[in-house]
């Protein structure tokens, strides 16, 4: 009974919540800029295994890694386990594994289920049948028509339609296709008579024998600590020091809406006792700025294009404007508790690429052709889990990483990493564990610690220092930084979360005043932030939030923000809807103060707006299953400024003082047992 | 819960705001027994309205402060609360100023709880603010409040004007909206720790913290600080019988000492344990 009551799944985390730590981490993707990158970095992958939960008698070490919730010395801890005492009778012997504490046995129970292990088929066509077949499709806009619109410079409608198509048998066959369309896009033209800008295909097979997986058609490569190919689910600086290593397997199906971060062609990973070994070979159409000549011939390109928009005459031209090749492959041994690999890639375009000859690019890649190579290890000793990689690019520029995980004691974790990557290495689809958003020019050593000195009671430290040997954009000389948080949890029980989060930012830029000479100024910016969650009852769940931040820059004055929230979410038990209803009231100073704050969204949508100036937020999601296959989301939110006459900049611009968004989106399980979410 | 003394008088917010001279320097000091089950009382009006559900008999304080020692800066309350069936009503007056200037505010309150673990409130206010010379103004306002129970940790969230309010009689400026968010723990039954952030609409936001601790079965101690306002203040109380006595105090660096005092009767009748 005991027992039953620490395993049963905790109310605070339902279906369409990230874990604290994960939602940290798709905010700071967002800070970053990355919100394209949001629905397609496989984020995803926890909402897959929401809806097809990792069997835990099944599943391996590349699997339980993927889910970055566990530590190495975690998932080695659970397979020795289970290799003693063979297959675990159901979900409730998870409390028996040692190192596993009930904390984070909650942390993985929505993804995970204990079932039996059902043999791999030899027929592969058998794969095709009894799968899941799952259909959904998106349609989102905002309501006030931009600038873009206005001035009939977007020539499409300001609707986003998603749609996509997936088969799954269980993790041995999966193949989908997806189609998009962004706001601002014509859905129909000479230049798509498929209709939909973006179209995405992929067929992906696991355990064909000696074949560990096969992919065709678009794929994810991720190799190593990320210093030369990442495109797996990548975490940066959070409180979670898991995050600290990047684990994923090699390849990977690309079902995602990003129109830039996979590849698309063919991959194969084999395997034969200890070594694995993977090839791949991408041929695809990018988008990127070509300069031609007076006669139109392509001369050489700029830039690559990341966003996917395709709205504008300008932006039209430089759809699928570059062909590229990229090959590559991976060696791996593994023998026990330590595994070592050597990787490379190569990358060939159809235009040489040149960029503005300022400072900051110096090092940038030129030339039609990219090529990286690097080797990594990994190695469990006692309680430490060391790993580390080795890279060097084209021009034998080099990049280093290494890293330990060690486990003091049951209640306490320690990740040290150190890094150092030459000011002029690059890598075109590296992202390694770094305060620069790609690889290069960059040193540091960053230090993380995870705490548990009581049952309810959590502390995560971390502290990093590093720096940039060359300039960088917007710094235009060397400089350094430095980063700390201290994050406090408190769960007295299964209903009530409570944190506390202070973060501290110190970094340089260059002053903005005119002149040759631009002096280094610091940048100080302080964030604390306070979160409580509880459930009421089993049907009402209630959040808040209260938000500061302060920023500083030498010789500017400084600015503060805040932002506090309400969320109540109303799920009554056994009844088909959930509602999610949240009420905002934000005050920033400027831009530099904004605040994020993750928001639910409709089923595998993740929004993180970030907040300036002064105004109040709300939103309404309404989860409603009609019957046992269907299942639909409608959001309406909408963004209140108080003082604004206008928003937005460029064609973006809306005006008014108010922005207004729904969306609307509708699941089909056709057959299998696809769970639905809630 | 105590049988006899839960009535803390000294419930104090240091809120140094310049804008309006209703919100007193060293009363309202409800950000520490606001957020506790056991020490909430009928000061909470002035923190978050929904704390007066914990409430389990009439009661009525009156507090008085005296502003950096001037009496044109002085600052009186008028609380009383009375529960009703499972609801709780409650009743605020507050004066501040002389005849030259003064604004006063009577509000009216409600609460109840909703289960163990929720407790809700809200309250209508009515504000004037007179000058000698220049005429009044008045506005209406409404505050909204809930307190959250879990283990020794409570926490709690109050908004006032959340959407402003608009001063009736000119074109004037509009009640600003304020939001708090209160958290409080009760480590024992000897010492409570709280902390509240308080935001009000274009205001530095303030953070007050404070801790109370009984010296002896009718004695408190309490202390705390406020970041905005740069104030230290500290109290003490005694009890006899459903009275309380609490004498309090606080030093601003450039204004210098605010004196108050706050009387409250906790009512007749006996609360059972």
């Not at chain 1, 009930?102 to 009894?130: C, H, M, N, W």
């Not at chain 1, 000793?381 to 290494?402: C, N, P, T, Y």
Request: hydrophobic share 40%; glycine share 10%; aromatic share 12%.
């Amino acid at each position: 009974m005991l027992i039953a009551c620490i395993i049963l799944p905790a109310g605070i985390v339902n279906a369409q919540d990230l874990p604290p730590a994960t939602e940290e981490q798709v905010e700071n993707l967002s800070q970053q800029g990355n919100e394209e990158g949001i629905e397609d970095l496989n984020i995803s992958s926890l909402t897959h295994y929401i809806e097809h939960r990792l069997n835990l008698n099944e599943a391996g070490e590349t699997e339980l890694a993927s889910l970055q919730i566990l530590t190495p010395q975690q998932i080695r801890q659970f397979l020795e386990y289970r290799r003693l005492l063979g297959s675990l009778v159901s979900i409730y012997e998870l409390q028996a594994v040692p190192g596993w504490p009930v904390t984070l046995i909650r942390e993985l129970l929505p993804y995970v289920q204990v079932s039996s292990v059902v043999p791999v088929t030899k027929d592969i066509l058998a794969r095709f049948r009894g799968g899941d077949h799952s259909f959904s499709a998106r349609i989102s806009a905002t309501v006030e028509r931009s600038r873009g619109y206005l001035e009939n410079k977007y020539q499409g409608s300001n609707a986003k339609f998603l749609t996509r198509y997936r088969y799954q048998f269980k993790r041995l066959l999966q193949f989908g296709v997806s189609l998009e369309k962004d706001a601002g896009e014509r859905l129909f033209n000479k230049r798509k008579p498929t209709g939909f800008d973006f179209i995405s295909f992929h067929l992906f097979l696991r355990q064909l024998g000696r074949i560990a997986c096969m992919a065709l058609g678009d794929f994810t490569v991720s190799m190593g600590q990320g210093l030369i190919q990442w495109q797996g689910l990548s975490f940066k600086k959070g409180t979670d020091i898991v995050a600290v290593k990047r684990q994923a397997p090699v390849l990977a199906p690309y079902a995602g809406a990003g129109e830039f971060e996979f590849f698309r062609g063919i991959g194969l990973t084999v395997q034969h006792r200890a070594i694995e070994i993977t090839g791949f070979l991408s041929l695809r159409n990018l988008d990127a700025n070509i300069i031609r000549d007076s006669i139109g011939r392509a001369l050489y390109f700029t830039s690559y294009q990341t966003s996917g928009n395709h709205r504008t005459s300008s932006e039209r031209e430089d759809r699928h404007a570059l062909r590229q090749m990229v090959g590559g492959g991976s060696l791996t041994f593994k023998s026990g508790r330590w595994k070592a690999g050597v990787n490379g890639i190569y990358i060939k375009n159809a235009l040489d690429m040149q960029q503005d000859t300022k400072p900051y690019n110096l090092y940038t890649m030129t030339g039609d052709r990219w090529l990286n190579a690097s080797i990594h290890y990994e190695w469990t000793v006692r309680s430490m889990h060391l790993f580390g990689e080795a890279a060097v690019d084209k021009l034998m520029r080099r990049a280093i990483i290494q890293g330990v995980l060690v486990s003091m004691d049951s209640r306490a974790d320690l990740a040290i990493l150190y890094r150092r990557l030459d000011a002029g290495y690059r890598s075109l689809f590296g992202n390694a564990f770094t305060v620069n958003s790609e690889p290069g020019n960059e040193e540091g050593l960053y230090l993380g610690i995870n705490v548990r000195p009581a049952t309810a009671w959590k502390l995560s430290l971390y502290a990093d220092h590093y720096r940039f040997p060359w300039l960088k954009f917007g710094v235009d000389a060397p400089s350094r930084g430095r980063d700390y948080l201290v994050q406090v949890n408190y769960t007295p029980d299964r209903q009530t979360e409570l944190y506390s989060r202070f973060r501290m930012s110190i970094s340089q830029s260059s002053s903005s005043t005119a002149g040759v000479m631009k002096q280094l100024m610091t940048e100080k910016r302080v964030t604390w932030r306070i979160h409580f969650s509880k459930q009421l009852t089993r049907s009402f769940q209630y959040r808040n939030r209260v938000e500061a931040s302060w920023f500083s820059r030498e010789g500017a004055d400084g600015q503060t923000g805040f932002l506090i929230l309400a969320d109540l979410v109303y799920k009554p038990l056994l009844k088909p809807f959930q509602l999610t209803g949240r009420l905002q009231y934000f005050e920033t100073d400027g831009y530099d103060s904004r605040i994020y704050a993750y928001e639910n969204d409709v089923l595998s949508s993740f929004s993180v707006p970030g907040f300036a100036g002064r105004g109040g937020r709300y939103y309404l999601l309404i989860n409603y299953d009609l019957g046992r296959r269907i299942s639909t989301w409608i959001r309406w939110g909408q963004i209140i400024y108080y003082q604004n006459q206008t928003l937005g900049s460029g064609y973006d611009e809306i005006r008014g003082n108010k922005k207004s968004e729904w969306k609307f989106q509708v699941r089909y399980l056709l057959k299998g047992e696809g769970r639905k979410l809630r | 819960m105590k049988s006899g003394w839960i009535i803390f008088a000294l419930i104090w917010a240091q809120e140094l705001q310049a804008q309006s001279g209703l919100t007193a320097l060293n009363a309202g000091y409800l950000g520490a027994g606001t957020y506790s089950r056991s020490r909430a009382d009928v000061f909470c009006l002035g923190n978050n309205q929904a704390a007066l559900a914990g409430l389990e008999r009439a009661c009525a304080a009156v507090y008085f402060e005296r502003r950096f020692t001037l009496a044109e800066l002085s600052h009186y309350r008028l609380y009383a609360a009375c529960p009703v069936g499972s609801t709780k009503f409650g009743l605020s007056g507050t004066y501040y100023g002389s005849s030259l200037y003064h604004e006063s505010s009577i509000g009216l309150a409600y609460a109840r709880s909703l289960g163990e673990k929720v407790e809700v409130g809200a309250q209508f206010n009515y504000q004037s603010t007179s000058q000698q010379g220049y005429g009044n103004q008045a506005s209406a306002g409404v505050e909204l409040g809930a307190i959250f129970h879990a283990a020794k940790c409570n926490i709690g969230l109050q908004a006032s004007n959340p959407v402003a309010g608009l001063l009736k009689g000119s074109s004037g400026p509009r009640l600003p909206a304020t939001f708090r968010f209160g958290m409080g723990y009760d480590v024992s039954e000897l010492l409570l720790l709280s902390m509240e952030l308080v935001k009000k609409e274009k205001e530095t936001i303030d953070c007050l913290a404070s801790l109370e601790f009984q010296l002896a079965p009718s004695v408190y101690w309490r202390a705390g600080v406020s970041s905005a306002s740069s104030l230290i203040w500290m109290s003490a109380g005694f009890l006899f019988r459903q009275y309380r006595l609490d004498v309090v105090a606080s030093h601003h660096p450039q204004l210098g000492f605010s004196p108050g005092v706050a009387i409250l009767f906790a009512g007749f009748k006996k609360k059972s344990s």
